[in-house]
RNA sequence: GGAGCCGUAGUUAAGUUGGUUAUAACGCCGGCCUGUCACGCCGGAGGCCGCGAGUUCGAGUCUCGUCGGCUCCGCCA
């Protein structure tokens, strides 16, 4: 290790300050044009080619990359001192543009035609060896990336995730400030709703024993504002839900939040195609076709499985129930649903693929995979298929238009489990057989869908979209009757299979309103205990209104190709909800938890020792302490 | 709450059936080098094999537990 950390100690003495030096251009952005001229130039160095005689740096910034030349011939003692330049040192240079000598041009640099020959420049920072290279072709585990993520932020893939980002931001701006939205701030602190997620809560020191909640979405307050007469509001606005993350989820993400008065579905559907047309215009240069696809709720079940198709590719699914009704094979016969899905040219797939394939639908309930080949000679090969009549067999070739070369799975049993588990099939197919073109982006409304769903666990139903969603014209009466079949007003924008946006029209009189209570089995003063503020606004002349929600990660992760939210967001949480960068989350001091009257019951897992020490050695003497406390007051029970 | 994958120099990986001193590339440090562009050449340093038990004469390798990262199920109006 000696000299490891020394000799870029050792370098400090040669800092110099920034001075009146000012920057003329970005490191990305020299050209030929600009031979000739005198400029100064800031960033990081990237890579040192010292040759003893000349040194050449690619000099880094955001922008990109700039080769400087360090040449004796231009000045001994600026080529003398630059032998000190290591990876990552901070510099900055002032010196002639000049065309690269004949042959010397390189073609894979933005600047590449150019170089700066240096005449004078400054150690701004010296840097400690970073802990992988920063370039993007190395892969770094994310372990250590999200440790230094201010380091992974220079990566150039990354650092473009966010340029992205921000265009697509100032995009969505432009194009609602154009229509009259008003961008309005909604309150973090605010009060915790039941119904949907998990709260995050915070705890209130004024008022002891009390907690905020911060908002799962704005939901309440762009309706308030509706009723206000703010007309049409948004807001590129942070979530909070206290649920377990996924490469698409994290604990706090953006939405673009719209409201719209005096509107119905169609109003804010074409508003929402041409909010995201606007975006991919801006970031992308694409056109996309308006208005775009819409496919009903049931349909997208029915064909595909899942509420968020992904139509780039086919392989519809096929509900073959009433063709094996009667069968003796009675894994069919007794299913609420048979489902098939048939792949042409897919007996090709491997016996280990399709055993491989077998595993992945368990993760849905399933408990087999049933599947039938078509050989070139036309006869089937299958494990189950013998136990299908003869009237079956062809009444399976016919409903499923089965070919030679086909692959066709089969799957049965609940409903739900069905469609999940051929639904996810079909996508992990479709991955698999390269039947999905990466270049394409293909959007789908999805609309018509169910008011409630029913909840096993509570044995109740509860909102599919969340209780404040308008019931479709003259479904009032279903509500009451028969909620299972009653539909919303509500629509998703699905693209590529992932769910970008959801919208619904929201209901505006307190009649309605009550309804849906009713049908959620709220009690009226529950009702008023939990949204009695919501209810009471919609008395007082709530205008017919309704709007959509965009998850703003989820749109700058398809805009940049990226497999996670992760890397749209500057500074992520892992999977366990933990920041890598700060370590948050972390215990507080006794003192902290005093003002706020909090006693930590149960602490899971036992404190380790570390920079968090002191602090877990003072929670720890402020819970004993508490804890008398505690006893003093007989305890609080719960 | 559950399932799967992963964890070996700074980094990325290899490491055979459990067997001598744990390899390689890149990075790092030193030296040489005037046209490179992931420069090149020579030399060098660098290891708690995530952590803890167990099996064994012997564990990077096998078993159990645990911690961490990722993917997924449940969950996410």
Redesign the pocket.
Known sequence: ????GD??KEHQKYLKPLGDWRRTHDCGSLTAENVGSEVCLMGWAQ????????I?I?LRDREGMT?V?F???VDEQVHAEAHCL??EYVLAIKGRVRP??E????P??AT?AI?VAVTEWKLLNTAN?P???I?D????????R?QYRYLDLRRPRLAKNFVVRNRAAQAARRYLDGLGFLEVETPYLTKSTP????DFLVPSRVNQGMFYALP??P?LFKQMLMVAGMDRYFQIVRCF?D???????QPEFTQIDCEMSFVDQEQVMTMAEGLVARIFKEVLDLDLTLPMARMTFAEAMASYGVDKPDLRFGLKLKDVSAVVRESEFRVFAKAELVKALRVPGGGSLTRKEIDDLTEFVK???AQGLAWIKVKDDGSWQSPFAKFLSESERAGLAETLAMEVGDIVFFQAGPAEMVN?ALG?LRVKLGEMLGLIDEDAYNFVWITDFPLF?YDQ?EKRH??????FTSPQDGHLELMRAAPEKALAKAYDMVLNGNEVGGGSVRIHTKEVQDAMFAALNIGEEEAREKFGFLLDALEYGAPPHGGIAFGFDRLVMLLCKA??I?DVIAFPK???A?C?TTQAPNVVSARQLRELAIRVRETA?PQTAGPASDQAADQAAGQAADRADGQADGGDGA
Not at 1 to 4: V, W
């Open positions: 290790m000696e000299g490891y000799t870029r890579f040192r080619r010292d040759h003893g005689g000349v050449f690619d080769q030349v040449s004796p011939e290591r990876t690269r000598p042959g010397m041009v390189n894979n640099m590449g170089e060896t802990p992988f290279m370039e072709r190395v892969d770094v585990s994310e372990n250590l999200l119904e949907g997620a998990r799962q979405s939901q839900r649920e377990d993350l996924r490469a698409d989820r993760i849905y309930g999940a996810n769903e666990e509860v909102a599919r979209h969340h209780p497999k996670s992760r892992t999977q366990k933990t890598l897992k």
